[in-house]
Structure formats: structure tokens, C-alpha cells
């Protein structure tokens, strides 16, 4: 029988006078003043790194958070070795006393610490408290409560015994330790990731993104306080090339949970191969990167439900999210509808200090991201692209650039095929008729296949799009926005260059954390080898 699936944790809007507003008010003026130190925890214990790096505000990058220890070899070593030594008691746990303690964790989370992990979600990523929200706290709940119905409903699945015989699947964890490398975009990510594995009998070394350190390591706390026993998660802050170099240097290294870019994957995976014969075995690679996400609407489609998912769509959360829309193809019909809609509601946006809760979006991450997302803007102006909107881009205080529309007629121009991973969309409007040709482009122009959205209200054409555009997006949506999946309801990946589609949120992922053994056992063996045909 399978098991009930829970509800999805349900988000707190955060209006005037609610409860949830004060109390996210009350945690962020806990940070006031207070820089956090974050050490590496290895088996439960708590080390100095070889060196600090400072965790500043990207919103304000005069304020610091925090001082976050950075691992060296030694230290990487260590948190292998606690890995490896706490396998076999945590393996041996039943899978039901390991589920409790990330059911508890989902509980503690929906309830006194929601408020401490968005604060620190808001104020090291710069995410406004509806981002933070669906975040660290929904997103993040729905991983662990779901992930361990998942789990249960695959436990059960066992082959069929035959006449006098039991037979059985034994769901055991890889042999050896899982390396999880988790991206600055999403806390929810980077809890999922080393917790995924760990709930099926795997340990963990877990780098985080140094941007992330402070929600993540609120996280690592609240492990613990459910109780995961020490050496089961090891968290390890350091340079991503060092921290990686040893690791994979480790003949138990079993296997990789990633998400970050296509470039880092690659080398990732190029490491791995190179050293494939000190491996005790193949080791399993999983990864989500990059993304090239797109928005087609039809000449049937709404203009203002296009409007408004190209706005939320490309610029909620600064554009730094791998679904984020980043181009769009509009029917030369719709677009003057389109293009006042979308410029009128962008001079309504607000972005700033994402403490001040009438904001919209706040700042990109870095300084390295902010240069990065400047240098595409000025490129496309010195091409003669035309910006209809933002363009601005401002670090006196934080790294914040405005939300950037640019109208393109090449459908080859840089900022259609490439990830820029911050708050601009490039749009080309196309001739009404040319529909056929325009899926054509849509599916060539980008090696990647993350997320894709088709807005018509003429069901032929949706037909026509999802089997033109099948291979184009992991996650594909119609008359929707391609951003904002929900665990247990889209699971999450993408093929091509955007990852091994693994799906985040359902039990396709978890599977990949389990090696399982086949039992037989014969209640009365033969004793005579010969078969009746050669009597």
C-alpha cells in the first residue's frame, strides 16, 4: 500500500498586521549589529579552518554577516574520514528512525526556527520575504517531509517470490561517502542535497556556497537540534577547486549531488573519470546546471498573463534562478500590448534594502556577478540592441541592477543563447505567421533544456509546441510562468546541457542514493543435481 503523501507546507502571505510579519521583523532586528562565526562541522565537532573569508550583505555590502571558516585539505580529510566512519552505525539505523529525524527537522522548521532560517535567507542572498518564504521555509519542508514519503513508497517495491522461495530487494546506501556542492540561489537546494542521501543510509561532505554560508549553516544547526547523529553531515566551507580536489582524490568517494554551472559540472565530471580506477565504484553523478530559459507566447495568447509572467518570471529574485526566463519569442500582434503592460508594471517595481518589506527584488549576490551581468548590458548596447528598460547597474551600496528588457532581432544575439543569470530578458517578436519556424528556434538556440513556458489559448498549437519542444525543457508549462516548481507536484531537472534530470522532488532522485541487492532465499534446496529431462 502507499503511503499518504503530505500537503505541501503552505505559504504565509506576510500582510499588514499578520503574525508571521512581526515575526519576521522581530528575526531580522536579532541580526542587527551581530556578525555570526561559522566554523566547519566535522563528526559533530566544530574546527577553525585554515583561514576566514567575511560574509558581507549583497544588498549592502558595508554590513557584515558573518566570519566563515575555510577548509584545507587537512580539514576536508578529516570530514572524509568522519563520513566514512559514521557509515555503517547510520546505514545500520532503521529507515524509519532516520526518517524521524528529518520529519522533526520539517516540524522544527514550520514552526520556531521558519522565521530565523528566512532572516538569514533575506539577508545573505538578498531575497525578499515572499522569496525567503517559498524558499527556506516552504520548499524546504516540502524536501524533507516529501523526500521520506517518497522513500517509504519505494522501500515497498520488492520482486515477486515464487513456489518456495522469499525474494527481496535490499535498498542499501552506496559504498562509500556522497560529495554534495550546493549553489547560493536556493537554501531549499542546499538543505535537499546532502539530506537526499543521507535519508537513505548515505554520509555526506557538503560545501556550500560561501554567499549561502550563513542560512546554510542556520540549517546545519537544525539538523542537529533534530537530532542527526554526528559524522552523518559533515559541513565543510572552503575553496570549491581545493575542497573538491581532495575529495574526489578519496577512493570512497561514491558520489556527487550537485547543482551550480554547466562549467564546474564538466570539470567535475572530467575529474571523476580521470580517476575512475581508485574508485571502489562507479561513483553516481548528479547534477542540475545552467539555463537558457524561454517564454513562446502564441498570436492566441493573453497579453497580460504573457506580460506578467515575463515580469515575475525573468526578475523575481533578480533573475538568479535556474528556471529564470531570460528569453522570449512574441507574436508581432501582441507585442505592443505586451511591451506597455510589462514597461508600465516595471515602473511600479521597487527594488532595494530587502529588510524594507514593499520591496520587490534586491541586490544579485556579488560583486563577481554583478560585474559579470554588466558587462552582457553594456555589450548589448554597444551592439545596438535596444534596452526598452533598466540597464542601470549601481554598487555604491549594494549590487543592484535594474530589471534590463532588451528587444532583439537576432535570434542568435548573445544575451538569447547565453546564461546571464541575473535580471534581464531579451525578447524577439517574430511574424505572426512564422509560428512553425519560431519553435525551430526555440529549440536550437540554446544547448540548454531547463524550463520553458507556451502561452496560447488555441489548444492546437500547445499540442504542436509540446511535441516541437519535447527535448527543450525538463520542466514545461503552459499559460505559466517557468519558474516556481513545487515539490511533490513538478519535479525539478532538465536534460541537455542543464543536468542529468534527476528531478529533484520525486523518488527519480532518490533513487540514485540507493544500491540495491537482491535476496533469495530457498526453503528447501536441492540435493540431486540432475534435471527429469536427462532421465
Not at 548596447?381 to 534590463?404: K, M
Not at 513556458?453 to 517557468?482: H, I, M, T
Request: net charge neutral; proline share 6%.
Amino acid at each position: 500500500m502507499n503511503s499518504i503523501l503530505p500537503q505541501n507546507e503552505p505559504v504565509l502571505s506576510y500582510g499588514p498586521d499578520s503574525g508571521e510579519r512581526a515575526g519576521i521583523l522581530a528575526a531580522l532586528k536579532q541580526h542587527a549589529g551581530v556578525v555570526t562565526e561559522i566554523p566547519l562541522l566535522i563528526g559533530g565537532q566544530r574546527f577553525s579552518g585554515i583561514r576566514t573569508q567575511s560574509l558581507h550583505a549583497p544588498h549592502d555590502h558595508r554590513r557584515q554577516l558573518a566570519t566563515v571558516s575555510q577548509a584545507g585539505p587537512a580539514e576536508v580529510g578529516q570530514a572524509i574520514a568522519a563520513a566514512t566512519a559514521a557509515q555503517h552505525e547510520w546505514a545500520a539505523m532503521p529507515f524509519e528512525a532516520r526518517a524521524a529525524i528529518f520529519l522533526r527537522a520539517a516540524d522544527m522548521l514550520a514552526g520556531p526556527w521558519r522565521q530565523k532560517l528566512n532572516a538569514a535567507t533575506m539577508l545573505g542572498q538578498s531575497k525578499t520575504v515572499f522569496q525567503a518564504e517559498i524558499d527556506s521555509a516552504c520548499e524546504l519542508i516540502d524536501f524533507l517531509r516529501f523526500n521520506v514519503s517518497f522513500a517509504r513508497d519505494m522501500l515497498q517495491q520488492q520482486p515477486l517470490s515464487g513456489p518456495g522461495m522469499r525474494n527481496a530487494l535490499d535498498y542499501r546506501p552506496l559504498e562509500g561517502f556522497v560529495y554534495a556542492v550546493t549553489p547560493f540561489n536556493f537554501t531549499a537546494i542546499a538543505g535537499n542535497l546532502p539530506c537526499a542521501p543521507a535519508l537513505l543510509g548515505n554520509t555526506v561532505v557538503w560545501k556550500p556556497a560561501f554567499t549561502a554560508s550563513l542560512s546554510n549553516y542556520l540549517f546545519m544547526e537544525l539538523l542537529e537540534a533534530a537530532g542527526l547523529p554526528p559524522g552523518v553531515i559533515n559541513f565543510v566551507p572552503g575553496s570549491a577547486a581545493s575542497v573538491s580536489e581532495t575529495v574526489l582524490d578519496s577512493s570512497d568517494f561514491a558520489g556527487l549531488h550537485f547543482t551550480g554551472s554547466t562549467e564546474v559540472f564538466d570539470s567535475l565530471w572530467q575529474q571523476v573519470s580521470r580517476r575512475l580506477p581508485n574508485y571502489r565504484s562507479y561513483p553516481r553523478l548528479v547534477g542540475e546546471t545552467g539555463g537558457k530559459d524561454f517564454i513562446l507566447a502564441h498570436p492566441s495568447a493573453d497579453p497580460d498573463a504573457v506580460a506578467v509572467a515575463l515580469l515575475r518570471g525573468a526578475f523575481e529574485y533578480q533573475g538568479q534562478k535556474c528556471s529564470t526566463a531570460s528569453r522570449a519569442y512574441v507574436p508581432a500582434s501582441l507585442w505592443p500590448r505586451i511591451k506597455c503592460r510589462l514597461l508600465d508594471d516595471l515602473t511600479t517595481l521597487r527594488m532595494g534594502d530587502v529588510e524594507n518589506l514593499g520591496n520587490f527584488i534586491g541586490a544579485v549576490i556579488d560583486r563577481k556577478a554583478f560585474e559579470r551581468i554588466a558587462g552582457y548590458i553594456n555589450n548589448a548596447r554597444s551592439a545596438g540592441e535596444s534596452i526598452l528598460a533598466g540597464g542601470i547597474c549601481d554598487d555604491s551600496h549594494g549590487y543592484f541592477v535594474t530589471p534590463t528588457v532588451i528587444e532583439v532581432e537576432d535570434p542568435q544575439a548573445v544575451t538569447m543563447r547565453e546564461e546571464i543569470f541575473g535580471p534581464v530578458l531579451s525578447v524577439m517578436v517574430y511574424p505572426d505567421r512564422a509560428w512553425s519556424e519560431i519553435l525551430a528556434t526555440v529549440d536550437g538556440t540554446s544547448p540548454y533544456a531547463l524550463t520553458g513556458a507556451v502561452f496560447a489559448n488555441d489548444r492546437l498549437a500547445l499540442e504542436e509546441a509540446s511535441q516541437r519542444l519535447r527535448f527543450s525543457a525538463g520542466n514545461f508549462y503552459f499559460n505559466d510562468k517557468p519558474t516556481g516548481a513545487v515539490v511533490g507536484q513538478q519535479p525539478f531537472g532538465g536534460g541537455r546541457r542543464s543536468g542529468t534530470n534527476d528531478k529533484a522532488g520525486s523518488v527519480l532522485n532518490l533513487q540514485r542514493w540507493t544500491s540495491p541487492r537482491t535476496v533469495k532465499e530457498t526453503w528447501v534446496p536441492a540435493k540431486n543435481y540432475r534435471y527429469p529431462h536427462m532421465s
